[in-house]
C-alpha cells in the first residue's frame, strides 16, 4: 500500500522555522522526484520546491528562495522541507507529493499538514 505521511506542521510566530517529514512507504523511494506543494484557503494549489530522485538537484520558488531548503534521504525513505524565516504568507496546507522519474508517469500524494504563521 502507497503511503506519504506528512508530519512536523505546526503554529508557529513570524521568524520562526520548522521542518516538515514526508515519510513514504509502498514504493520504490529513491525512482520517484519528490516534490512540496502548499495550498492556502482561496488560493490555487503552488509547487513550493522539488529534488530530483538522487537528491543532486533542487528547485524553488522565488516565493521561498532563500528560506526553505529540500532534501532527502533514500535510506529512510523520507524527504523534507526545512522552513526558516517563516512569513504569515506562508501559511497553508503543505503536500507531499511523489513523481516517478520513468514512464509511464505515477504520482502519489500525502494527506498534507497544516502550517500557520502567526504572531
Known amino acids: 500500500q502507497v503511503q506519504l505521511v506528512e508530519s512536523g506542521g505546526g503554529l508557529v510566530q513570524p521568524g520562526e522555522s520548522l521542518r516538515l517529514s514526508c515519510a513514504a512507504s509502498g514504493f520504490t523511494f529513491s525512482n520517484y522526484a519528490m516534490r512540496w506543494y502548499r495550498q492556502a484557503p482561496g488560493k490555487e494549489r503552488e509547487l513550493v520546491a522539488s529534488i530530483t530522485s538522487a537528491g543532486g538537484s533542487t528547485n524553488y520558488a522565488d516565493s521561498v528562495k532563500g528560506r526553505f531548503t529540500i532534501s532527502r534521504d533514500n535510506a529512510k525513505n523520507t524527504v523534507y522541507l526545512q522552513m526558516n524565516s517563516l512569513k504569515p504568507e506562508d501559511t497553508a496546507v503543505y503536500y507531499c507529493?511523489?513523481?516517478?522519474?520513468?514512464?509511464?508517469?505515477?504520482?502519489?500524494w500525502g494527506q498534507g499538514t497544516q502550517v500557520t504563521v502567526s504572531s
Open positions: 507529493n511523489a513523481e516517478r522519474v520513468y514512464k509511464p508517469m505515477i504520482r502519489f
